[in-house]
């Protein structure tokens, strides 16, 4: 038999956080699974991780030796912003770890929680046609919207006349430098119909939140096509 003196506190030489959103790993939307990676300089208990800011059940605690995971749900009740945690261990002596936090320089990064759904705060729609309101075969309709937060590429616009789909291929363009500014272009032809141009906007935000589709403008802004050559009713001379 041996006996070894330990009063040395275990220290963690490695501390990261991400999710598993589909689009950022540095966000997160309710229902993602945020997963703490920590790494000690010695074989450690297993330590608990509080994360104050989430309403979850539980944390699920995984790993061994050195090298653990404390992974949580998120949930639609959860607090927005950067998630906080809190990480207490102790070493195979009982010797407790000084409580870490987001905070410490040793956590290498943060994730955002954010279940607010985007929002569009400026609709408009114009055509290349000198009368903006009105469309004919050649001419582009444009639609124009700004988000109240940057919005994952791309959104999707469909535009329909007297309600049968457009014929052609939309080009939606990021217009600004945060994502937050975006036109949906598409040329009109004459295999559309004539009628009212009538669109839905898509989109979702970095996080994966879903924008209610969008089907009207926020300005006095409107669109029809109109393909039909005019004719003369009555012509006189004398």
């Known amino acids: 038999s041996s006996m070894s003196?330990?009063?040395?506190a275990p220290t963690l030489t490695a501390v990261s956080i991400e999710s598993n959103n589909d689009n950022d790993t540095t966000l997160a939307k309710a229902g993602n699974i945020v997963t703490l990676t920590i790494n000690a300089n010695e074989t450690i208990q297993e330590p608990t991780c509080v994360f104050p800011d989430l309403a979850s059940?539980?944390?699920?605690?995984?790993?061994s030796g050195s090298n653990w995971t404390c992974s949580?749900?998120?949930?639609?009740?959860?607090?927005a912003g950067v998630i906080a945690f809190e990480i207490d261990a102790f070493d195979s002596a009982g010797n407790a770890l000084v409580q870490v936090t987001q905070a410490d320089s040793i956590v290498t990064n943060s994730v955002t929680f954010d279940d607010t759904a985007p929002t569009l705060t400026a609709v408009s729609i114009s055509s290349s046609n000198s009368a903006t309101s009105l469309a004919k075969p050649g001419d582009t309709v444009t639609l124009t919207f700004t988000a109240d937060t940057p919005l994952a590429a791309d959104p999707t616009c469909t535009f329909t006349t007297d309600n049968d789909?457009?014929?052609?291929?939309?080009?939606?363009?990021?217009?600004?430098?945060?994502?937050?500014?975006?036109?949906?272009?598409?040329?009109?032809?004459?295999?559309?119909?004539?009628?009212?141009?009538?669109f839905t906007i898509n989109a979702t935000d970095l996080a994966g939140n879903s924008l209610s589709p969008v089907t009207s403008v926020t300005d006095e802004s409107s669109m029809s096509f109109d393909k039909t050559a005019p004719t003369l009713t009555a012509v006189s001379i004398e």
């Open 72 to 79: 949580v749900t998120t949930a639609t009740n959860d607090t």
């Open 165 to 198: 789909a457009v014929s052609s291929t939309v080009t939606v363009a990021d217009t600004s430098d945060d994502g937050t500014g975006w036109t949906c272009v598409v040329p009109m032809v004459t295999g559309d119909t004539d009628g009212p141009v009538s």
């Open 57 to 63: 059940d539980g944390v699920t605690v995984s790993g």
């Open 5 to 8: 003196f330990d009063k040395t």
